[in-house]
């Protein structure tokens, strides 16, 4: 036989040719369609996302917790050099259009718009305050007419089920819309990474709240609707249509004899009860139980049995009685209204023992939602109780992460805490140095809001009972590297700051997991 010698060129170039060939294969191997399933993915790529929502919580709001519980201003878990944080814009369609009508130029179009009506730095700062404190406060309280009619005037800022739309579908929409399109239209769903995941990867998906699971923001993540007031409609589409492997939330209807159907359908109440839904292991709120053992052990069943978890639980209005702290200077204290229901933490470890069953991975939404009613009704003590929940929920979770012995870790895992919106303007007195004037254990005198007036305090302002279209914080777990996808696109809407939007959020918890356009 003949042998044939190349030259070492022409070895070369063949080298490269076969490399380059192998690589496109492999880089084609990765990419999939909407209709395509993602069996399985590597260790090293991120399945597992962990999404914290403090509804209606500012950075004022962190600090006072922060205060309350450890005599400094940014010492809640989120606050440490663990977690990478960015500023957010979160304003929504109908925001836009206020600025827009003001200023005479066109409404908001996903076509063409301009971020700098939504949010302009130059007017509202840079950092949420205090961390800048250029912010005009006229800018955020003057009240604009809602378009088209004018007859209504609100503070232009978004509402929470546009907001969570924004961050569940990556689409800016109108007040009041779950996961549908601006202006209503008949097919106006919105896919969300909930069902993104669930469709591309394989993945569990789950939301909890301390407010009913079919309002706003849970809603938004499993549900569509051109409401967020249609809670019945929401309720039957969450548990029979989407099916989440996971959902606890506010909505209990009550003790026999007593039972209000304000945010669950009666039909589909008993037939969970009566056992007729048999996906599901329900657990509800019971006079003189432990919520939080019930949920547990709930939880430990579904395990055992390979089903779902339903926990329904709740108080008057639908909502998780909320801690409340004690004013005892120099030694804070934390007190539960009820043990009937669970804190969030114990619902943090319910879904993370149910939803990490699944190799191919999780997404779950935690939603702190009495922030939000805390902050409506200025009531100050009340804030600090929901925020401390929100933080001992978020160390819980990170602590189940860190447990070793599971395929569950922090190369694989995305933790992100956020807020919706701003409540309230709310700020902190502080000495000539700027530290607050409240220490560690204390609460200030006076009372919450009356009628809609600011609540009256010592040592605390508030400006209004409403939401604003003040920046808030999103922290992102830095043990792993799924800060890296929201770090590239912080300015990149609005040049020289570090501001991302609540839209970028999504795209960047896409863009981790690898799910394509």
Known sequence: MKKIFLSKNVFILILILVITNFLLNLSCSKQFTASEVEPSTPKSQIRHIILFIGDGMQLEHEIAASQYLYGEPMRLVWHTSSFYRLPCTTWDVTTYNQFAAKHGRPPYSPDSFDPLLGYNPDLGGRWPFPLDQSGEASYFLTRLPLPPDGKRSKLPATDSASAATAVATGYKTDDGNIAWLPGDPQEGRLRTLAELMRERIGASIGVVSTVPFSHATPAAHVSHNRSRSNYAQISEEIIRVTKPEVVIGGGYPGPSGTKQFNFISRALYEDLKNGVIRDYVFVEREPGSDGGQALLQAADTAIASNKKLFGLFGGPGGNFEPPLPVNSPGHPAINRQTTENPLLRDAVIAALKVLSRDPDGFFVMFEQGDIDWANHD??????????????????????????????????????????????????????????????????????????????????????????????????????????????????????????????QLFEALAEALKLGT
């Not at 929100?390 to 956020?418: C, F, H, Q």
């Open 378 to 503: 200025n009531d100050y003590p009340k804030m600090i109780g929901t925020v401390w929940d929100l933080n001992e929920a978020v160390k819980a979770a990170i602590s189940y992460v860190d447990r070793p012995g599971d395929d569950l870790d922090w190369s694989n895992t995305m933790l992100v805490v956020t807020a919706d919106h701003a409540n309230g303007f709310m700020r902190l007195k502080r000495d000539k140095d700027g530290k607050p004037l409240l220490g560690k254990g204390m609460l200030p005198q006076g009372k919450p809001a009356q009628l809609g007036r600011p609540g009256e305090y010592d040592l605390v302002t508030y400006a209004t009972t409403e939401h604003t279209n003040e920046l808030v914080m999103v922290y992102v777990y830095g043990k792993g590297n799924g800060f890296s996808y929201l770090a590239k696109r912080q300015g990149t809407w609005y040049p020289g700051t570090k501001i991302i939007d609540n839209t």
